[in-house]
């Protein structure tokens, strides 16, 4: 059974960096695309990024290209989300999930998430 813990996650000022990390257990780690998500308060889960399993293609959502990184480790079934310029309106619960397929829509494994809170 694959298993996704999260860690990273704090309180940071406007403007800090973070590296979320997403290690997975109970599976071969390189076989899984994963890709990070967020949830704020009233507000609905938001994609922002994803690595595939076979080259590492990357993808992004429009509103943290250029702010946030995604990366794999498959040497330590972790893969990473370094966040830069962190701003007020990207405090949330941040979630890794991970799929089989190579892009997918949906995800069947999830974390329980790592709490963002950036102070303006």
């Known amino acids: 059974q694959v298993q996704l813990v999260e860690s990273g996650g704090g309180l940071v000022q406007a403007g800090d960096s973070l590296r979320l990390a997403c290690k997975l257990s109970?599976?071969?780690?390189?076989?899984?695309?994963m890709a990070w998500f967020r949830q704020s308060p009233g507000k609905d889960r938001e994609w922002l990024s994803m690595i595939s399993w076979n080259r590492g293609q990357t993808y992004y959502a429009d509103f943290v290209k250029g702010r946030f990184t995604i990366s794999r480790d498959n040497a330590k079934s972790t893969a990473y989300l370094q966040m830069n310029s962190l701003k007020p309106e990207d405090t949330a619960l941040y979630y890794c999930?991970?799929?089989?397929?190579?892009?997918?829509?949906?995800?069947?494994?999830w974390g329980q998430g790592t709490q963002v809170t950036v102070s303006s």
């Open positions: 999930a991970a799929d089989l397929k190579l892009l997918p829509a949906q995800y069947d494994y």
């Open positions: 109970g599976r071969t780690f390189r076989s899984y695309t």
